[in-house]
């Protein structure tokens, strides 16, 4: 038996347009956690607007698995403490 689990997370990098209240404008990306199409990235933005924030447009979006090894002695304690643990 592994004293190790693998956990792979789903990462979307999201380039954007934005365009600010004061006329002023950047190009910046975001890490968002979950699998998103340009249409649900525009979705989610809408849904959490950035400050000060007049139009934002998605430029790009690249779908990235991110893996992690954990060991299960750290991760249980803490799986513990917030009740999420199931036992089979």
Request: net charge neutral; proline share 3%; with cysteine.
């Amino acid at each position: 038996m592994t004293n190790t689990i693998k956990i792979k997370v789903p990462v979307t990098t999201v380039t954007t347009a934005i365009m600010y209240n004061d006329n002023t404008c950047e190009i910046k990306t975001f890490d968002l956690y979950g699998k998103y199409s340009n249409a649900s990235a525009k979705k989610y933005f809408k849904e959490n607007p950035i400050d000060n924030a007049k139009n934002v447009t998605i430029l790009d979006t690249v779908k990235n698995v991110i893996n992690y090894e954990i060991e299960l002695e750290k991760l249980l304690p803490v799986l513990g403490e917030s009740s999420k643990v199931t036992v089979e």
